[in-house]
């Protein structure tokens, strides 16, 4: 009895493996249409429940073009912030992995120190008691001092936040590190890398898939906090929404549109998020 031949399909595919690749894009697309319809019902659902309150429409268009011009302040908060942010983390999760008792003891002490204050109170620190604590120092001597550290609302709302998020990204930077097994270590040793070739050529770069997907997150939390910016007076997108609302006796329409602006910008970030994460993650697994 002669067995049975396969003969290949279209591409040298045999015809059972095209019919699950079948199954799996029939399935993939109809979970898509699915996405689609739910989104669609709940944005028909939202638009119904704003008519239904009797919202002033003509007047949320009017003020658009207004609120839209803070977004630049967002926009320069948020990504100078998360630059520091960034550069504070790596050097906090270097010195929470040093072995110097110094540099580990001063890292773990300002994550403690960050997480465990609200970040209300260090936008206010960072923007009205510096320069108290200015003025205190001239007194033992230093001139100008005061001067130095009293800073703009902009720059004040940046250093809190890139300190801030710094300390919680300190714990995501040393937990990616950490995840690359020893033997990798061991190989950059064997072939003749110092510690710090290790961490630079074979460490750090594997680490960046791990660390990339809640960085992200983090730039997309750190969009909404910026509007913790707008209590120091700066014009964002939350500092004119209130200021218009309060003038014209319309709160409610202005915050319904900065929320929605909000959220517009999160699913932008969220959909360049997903783009990045699967670039980096390509060569572990095959992403359709």
Same mark, same amino acid.
């Given at each position: 009895?002669?067995?049975?031949?396969?003969?290949?399909?279209?591409?040298?595919?045999?015809?059972?493996?095209?019919?699950?690749?079948?199954?799996?894009?029939?399935?993939?697309?109809?979970?898509?249409?699915?996405?689609?319809?739910?989104?669609?019902?709940?944005?028909?659902?939202?638009?119904?429940?704003?008519?239904?309150?009797?919202?002033?429409?003509?007047?949320?268009?009017?003020?658009?073009?207004?609120?839209?011009?803070?977004?630049?302040?967002?926009?320069?908060?948020?990504?100078?912030?998360?630059?520091?942010?960034?550069?504070?983390?790596?050097?906090?999760?270097?010195?929470?992995?040093?072995?110097?008792?110094?540099?580990?003891?001063?890292?773990?002490?300002?994550?403690?120190? /960050?997480?465990?204050?609200?970040? $209300?109170?260090? @936008?206010?620190?960072?923007? +009205? !008691? *510096?320069?108290?604590?200015?003025? %205190?120092?001239?007194?033992?001597?230093?001139?100008? /001092?005061?001067?130095?550290?009293? $800073?703009?609302? @902009?720059?004040?709302?940046? +250093? !809190? *936040?890139?300190?801030?998020?710094? %300390?919680?990204?300190?714990?995501?930077?040393?937990?990616?590190?950490?995840?690359?097994?020893?033997?990798?270590?061991?190989?950059?040793?064997?072939?003749?890398?110092?510690?710090?070739?290790?961490?630079?050529?074979?460490?750090?770069?594997?680490?960046?898939?791990?660390?990339?997907?809640?960085?992200?997150?983090?730039?997309?939390?750190?969009?909404?906090?910026?509007?913790?910016?707008?209590?120091?007076?700066?014009?964002?997108?939350?500092?004119?929404?209130?200021?218009?609302?309060?003038?014209?006796?319309?709160?409610?329409?202005?915050?319904?549109?900065?929320?929605?602006?909000?959220?517009?910008?999160?699913?932008?970030?969220?959909?360049?998020?997903?783009?990045?994460?699967?670039?980096?993650?390509?060569?572990?697994?095959?992403?359709?």
């Amino acid at each position: 009895m002669k067995a049975k031949t396969m003969h290949p399909g279209a591409g040298g595919i045999p015809p059972e493996a095209q019919h699950v690749l079948g199954l799996i894009e029939t399935k993939k697309s109809k979970y898509k249409r699915n996405m689609i319809i739910a989104f669609a019902i709940l944005v028909g659902f939202m638009i119904t429940s704003l008519i239904v309150l009797g919202l002033d429409f003509k007047f949320m268009a009017k003020w658009l073009p207004f609120i839209l011009a803070g977004s630049g302040y967002t926009f320069l908060v948020a990504f100078l912030a998360i630059t520091l942010a960034c550069i504070l983390a790596v050097m906090g999760a270097l010195g929470r992995l040093s072995t110097n008792p110094i540099f580990n003891s001063i890292a773990t002490s300002y994550v403690s120190l /960050i997480r465990g204050t609200p970040l $209300l109170v260090q @936008v206010y620190m960072w923007y +009205l !008691a *510096l320069p108290q604590i200015g003025k %205190a120092l001239e007194g033992y001597g230093i001139p100008g /001092i005061q001067r130095i550290l009293t $800073l703009p609302a @902009v720059p004040a709302g940046i +250093l !809190a *936040l890139g300190v801030c998020y710094g %300390a919680y990204m300190t714990e995501t930077v040393r937990a990616g590190i950490q995840s690359i097994k020893i033997g990798q270590t061991e190989a950059a040793k064997a072939l003749g890398m110092n510690a710090r070739q290790t961490m630079k050529r074979v460490i750090f770069p594997q680490a960046l898939r791990v660390i990339i997907p809640p960085v992200s997150n983090e730039f997309i939390a750190m969009i909404k906090d910026s509007s913790l910016v707008s209590l120091m007076g700066v014009w964002e997108l939350s500092y004119r929404a209130i200021k218009v609302g309060r003038r014209h006796f319309q709160s409610l329409e202005m915050l319904i549109m900065v929320a929605i602006i909000y959220w517009i910008m999160c699913m932008v970030l969220q959909f360049v998020q997903e783009k990045i994460e699967k670039h980096m993650a390509r060569g572990d697994r095959r992403i359709s």
